[in-house]
């Protein structure tokens, strides 16, 4: 037994003086700003998922009371494609159900709950106010309009299509930017209406970048966007 104890130690020792090649050191500040990311990203899920369980139910509610689309049974997730940048969007499935994704790019950025219902919000305010079908439909008529335009001209099949893509785009970017305010109008209620503040959850436009002047931009200026969301909450104020 006393040789086996000895034999165990002297290899205890032995491994305590062995010179095996040094492993790197462990960089704390590196370990701590992940154990951070961690700690934020779960902190973000829950406040993620609490906001969807206000939202979602006021969204379906104001969707119901509009009668604009059948389907008001939203859908709401994070898309987990680590490479997308900011973004949050809306589109239906399949059968017609709202679906609104939120990359995690968008997530991460967003400072606190109020920013988040308002983007949920605005989100399925365009599926409330059946942006998508209008938009489409506008495309359409614009883009038959110009085909027989093109063929009346004696164009050729490339021109002509060229001249389609053109008409769509012209005619849905001048939507575009009227679908955005009425979304922002109607998200800021829906956010208002499941609780949070839509005049902080605002404050997310100041960190988008500016639309430059005379680019085509589907969207309208972050200025005068704020200012339909105060003049929005303060009528909803008055009412109550
Ligand atoms: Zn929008």
């Known amino acids: 037994m006393r040789i086996w104890r000895a034999a165990a130690l002297a290899l205890t020792l ?11 050191a462990p960089n704390a500040a590196r370990a701590a700003e992940m154990v951070q990311a961690k700690a934020e990203g779960k902190r973000k899920a829950q406040m993620f998922l609490q906001t969807v369980a206000a939202v979602a139910p006021v969204a379906k509610e104001i969707c119901l009371e509009k009668q604009i689309v059948g389907n008001c049974d939203f859908q709401i997730f994070v898309d987990p494609r680590l490479r997308l940048p900011e973004n949050a969007y809306q589109t239906v499935d399949y059968s017609g159900r709202p679906l609104i994704g939120f990359t995690l790019a968008l997530l991460s950025d967003a400072r606190d709950a109020d920013e988040i219902a308002f983007v949920m919000g605005h989100e399925a305010a365009h599926h409330i106010l059946g942006h998508l079908a209008q938009q ?12 027989v335009a093109a063929a009346d001209q004696g164009q050729s099949r490339r021109q002509i299509r060229t001249a389609q893509r053109a008409a769509a785009l012209a005619a849905t970017e001048g939507y575009s930017k009227l679908f955005e305010l009425q979304a922002d109008a109607l998200g800021a209620e829906i956010a208002l209406r499941a609780g949070f503040d839509p005049l902080l959850g605002a404050a997310f436009f100041d960190r988008l970048p500016q639309p430059h002047h005379g680019e085509a931009s589907s969207h309208p200026d972050n200025r005068t966007r704020k200012a339909l969301v105060a003049q929005t909450v303060q009528q909803l104020r008055r009412r109550s």
């Open 14 to 24: 032995a491994g305590c003086v062995q010179t095996a090649s040094p492993i790197a």
């Open 136 to 147: 489409a439909q506008t495309a359409q008529r614009a883009a038959q309009a110009a085909a």
